[in-house]
């Protein structure tokens, strides 16, 4: 063994021995091995991690190229998603909803009304001819024109009495209250036949009417009863009251319809009673009176046909005056009906305008005008045959 030999091994027994002596010195530090040890293997560990989902990314890649970075960047964009979206929908085909009773009933309701069609049109005992003569001639004309004025007169007499009788009702006093109730309960309770002719008769209880100052010789106005109530004043009389009986309660019903904190908010704001009242209560309340008194105001215009039996000339009064004369009922009672179904309609097209515009603070959208409806199932349909197409 030469000496360079022997040195380089003393050296390396030398740092071995040196190694082992500081072992003990060491302590703690000496752990510091096994540590070393897990971390190996954690590493170990987050390599598979990202070799696994590396091989996932790859097989998304391969089902999806979209998903690939390497493809075209502007294939993702939010434009050429949209423009893709709605190539699809383009290419699809819109089937509508299939509703077989729906159609039956359908074809059933359009049979009916083809039958009921086709008999009033080809039966000649209707007698059109006779009904297109009619319909206009003076005198159903001046017959319509007192119907009118009947239910504009009544309806007047009704509603604006019937406002005052639902506040009476409404008020904390007991008496007037009660005189309220006790109107409204014996208008409602008694037949307007009955009514009209207690009116028409009342010279036979009372041979005058006067009007001063009582037990002085003080008097305003005096006539006889009998030229007094002429039959038009004992329909307006006999409709009106009958009218305002039913109307204070519809009235009555819609301010009860009212959130009470409506009226307590308006009373902390020092407003005066009767601006709540007309101003605040009323508005809202209309929302609720309005379908029923159109109800009231169309049954009004039916009920003047009662007023026949005072003689008066209004439209049914007329009709039956000049069937009676030419024996022809059936066309003369059809012209009464089809003047009383243009009235109505009338009546119902202006209900309907009256009520949207009291639904604009109660409602986010208004509801359709009847032309608005058509636009829009128009449009609709030309975009389902746009789509179909």
Known sequence: MTPSAVSSETARHASTATAVARVPAMGAESMSCRPAADDSLATLETSRAIEDRSRDRDVEQAADPALDPSADRSAGSPAASTQTAHEDLLRLRVVPARHPGRAVLAVVVGLVIAAVAYSFLTNPRWEWGVVAQWFVAESVIRGLLETLKLT??????????????????????????????????????????????????????????????????????????????????????????????????????????????????????????????????????????LPTAFNEIIGLVKGTSIVY?????????????????????????????????????????????????????????????????????????????????
């Open 152 to 289: 504009v007169l009544a309806g007047v007499v009704g509603f604006g009495l019937g406002l005052a009788l639902a506040l009476m009702r409404l008020s904390p006093s007991a008496l007037i209250s009660g005189v309220a109730w006790t109107f409204s309960w014996i208008f409602r309770s008694t037949p307007l036949l009955v009514q009209l002719l207690l009116w028409y008769n009342l010279g036979y209880l009372y041979e005058r009417i006067t009007l001063g100052i009582p037990l002085t010789d003080v008097t305003f106005f005096d006539a006889r009863t009998s030229d007094l109530m002429t039959p038009l004043l004992a329909a307006i009389l006999g409709l009106g009251l009958h009218q305002a009986a039913y109307a204070a309660e519809l009235i009555r019903g819609g301010i009860l319809s009212v959130d009470q904190g409506q009226l307590e908010a308006a009373s902390a704001l020092g407003i005066p009673a009767r601006d709540r009242s007309l101003r605040i209560i009323l508005p809202q309340a209309m929302r609720a009176i």
């Open 309 to 389: 039996v005072l003689a008066h000339a209004e439209l049914f009064f007329t009709i039956q005056l000049i069937y009676g004369r030419t024996q022809q009922v059936l066309p003369m009672l059809l012209v009464a009906t089809v003047w009383y179904v243009v009235i109505t309609s009338l009546l119902s097209i202006g209900q309907y305008y009256i009520e949207r515009h009291y639904a604009r603070g109660a409602v986010r959208t208004l509801p359709p005008t009847p032309l608005q409806s058509l636009r829009a199932r128009l449009a609709r349909r030309s975009t389902s045959k746009g789509a179909l197409a």
